[in-house]
T-cell receptor, first 112, second 115 residues
């Protein structure tokens, strides 16, 4: 079973636009992470936000976390064609500290 | 290389055959994870090691799946009597130790196709 659910399932935008995707989860967490996966490749870690943090930035990425709503969002600003990939949120539950559980992902296509 | 290495990258097996998938984690990473990823889906947790100890194997789908890491470095995921539903990409990841799992470093995966 998957802990997180991403929304939307797919997103198509043009270069220069911002891309926003959301993640909802079900149980208390220690941290939430976002990963990117290019087609046929492994996952690449983007950013980690802890349960006591509300917002985090890394380059063109901005992540928010609302533990009261059990949700997170990932914003990619000024998107590029190279941002085309699937994006997954993943959570570490407080009652299952070793296991990182992934959602089903958002497929993002950025057209030039 | 400096990353997580998996082999083989591609494996085709006939139904009923046994397969073994290998993972070489990043040197110094004591935590190692196996995930199964079906087409179009997110990775599903299979099992987790800290050094040679298998701390969580709750995600292994059946007793046909077995993972080991005897010396705390290289790990092997073995699938016995493969079935068509085992077709998936098997991802290995490693991380630095910590009370809670932090950033995972993934390999490129082993794509298993069972005919």
């Amino acid at each position: 079973s998957q802990q997180g659910e991403e929304d939307p399932q797919a997103l198509s935008i043009q270069e220069g636009e911002n891309a926003t995707m959301n993640c909802s989860y079900k149980t208390s967490i220690n941290n939430l992470q976002w990963y990117r996966q290019n087609s046929g490749r492994g996952l690449v870690h983007l950013i980690l936000i802890r349960s006591n943090e509300r917002e985090k930035h890394s380059g063109r990425l901005r992540v928010t976390l609302d533990t009261s709503k059990k949700s997170s969002s990932l914003l990619i600003t000024a998107s590029r064609a190279a941002d085309t990939a699937s994006y997954f949120c993943a959570t570490v539950r407080t009652d299952s500290w070793g296991k990182l559980q992934f959602g089903a992902g958002t497929q993002v296509v950025v057209t030039p | 290389g400096a990353g997580v290495s998996q082999s083989p990258r591609y494996k085709v097996a006939k139904r009923g055959q046994d397969v073994a998938l290998r993972c070489d984690p990043i040197s110094g990473h004591v935590s190692l994870f196996w995930y199964q990823q079906a087409l179009g889906q997110g990775p599903e947790f299979l099992t987790y090691f800290q050094n040679e100890a298998q701390l969580d194997k709750s995600g292994l789908p059946s007793d046909r799946f077995f993972a080991e890491r005897p010396e705390g470095s290289v790990s092997t995921l073995k699938i016995q009597r493969t079935q068509q539903e085992d077709s998936a990409v098997y991802l290995c990841a490693s991380s630095l130790p910590g009370q809670y799992t932090g950033e995972l470093f993934f390999g490129e995966g082993s794509r298993l196709t069972v005919l």
